[in-house]
């Protein structure tokens, strides 16, 4: 089993659309889970990381972690198409960032 | 601030070559580390450096190798190139859990 797992995609939804993106990991001991926006033939970019459960939003972006079933989302709120990116979740695995492969997402007008 | 900046960009080698890669980190951070990523593997961590000291190491064999300034630039080392390596190669600077990463050089071996 991986560590992190996440549904690769691609998604694609309409301009203005909630998003929920989804990974689930296998080390209830895991802590700090972060998400990452990467556009094409760039680095990725660090969105927002929560520490343990609950919820955690920054403008139209909200991250979840639900410890109980080992499950974190990130949803996006009034989807954009500049949002078209690969989203990837990561999670320290003792002092290593280790990452999911990433969901495509496509938003069209 | 500036961002972290990785050199060169792009890169093509011949299989058997090595090749020598460099990032320079957010100025104040003195962790950086390196990430390695495919389609196929998605990114793969290799290695972190935190003040000149190798801190923690991924699954990658020993052709892969690093090393870290006085002034934390940091360099990665790849012996004896395989068609395998060809890659996105990624550096990020820390300073606690927030990582911020670079944009990466491209290695094509043929």
């Known amino acids: 089993q991986k560590e992190v797992e996440q549904d690769p995609g691609p998604l694609s939804v309409p301009e203005g659309a909630i998003v929920s993106l989804n990974c689930t990991y296998s080390?209830?001991?895991?802590?700090?889970f972060m998400w990452y926006r990467q556009y094409s033939r760039k680095g990725p970019e660090l969105l927002m990381y929560?520490?343990?459960?609950g919820n955690k939003e920054d403008g139209r972006f909200t991250a979840q972690v639900d410890k109980s079933s080992k499950y974190i989302s990130l949803f996006i709120r009034d989807s954009q198409p500049s949002d078209s990116a690969t989203y990837l979740c990561?999670?320290?695995?003792?002092?290593?960032?280790?990452f999911g492969t990433g969901t495509r997402l496509q938003v069209f007008p | 601030k500036a961002g972290v900046t990785q050199t060169p960009r792009y890169l093509i080698k011949t299989r058997g070559q090595q090749v020598t890669l460099s990032c320079s980190p957010i100025?104040?951070?003195?962790?950086v580390s390196w990430y390695q990523q495919t389609p196929g593997q998605g990114l793969q961590f290799l290695f972190e450096?935190?003040?000149?000291?190798?801190?923690n190491k991924g699954n990658f064999p020993g052709r892969f190798s690093g090393r870290q300034f006085s002034n934390s630039r940091s360099e990665m080392n790849v012996s004896t190139l395989e068609l395998g390596d060809s890659a996105l190669y990624l550096c990020?600077?820390?300073?606690?859990?927030?990582?911020?990463f670079g944009p990466g050089t491209r290695l094509t071996v043929t």
């Open positions: 100025s104040g951070h003195r962790s």
């Open positions: 450096y935190f003040s000149e000291t190798q801190r």
């Open positions: 990020a600077s820390s300073e606690g859990y927030e990582q911020y």
């Open positions: 929560t520490y343990s459960s």
């Open positions: 990561a999670t320290y695995n003792t002092d290593k960032l280790i």
């Open positions: 080390n209830s001991a895991f802590q700090y």
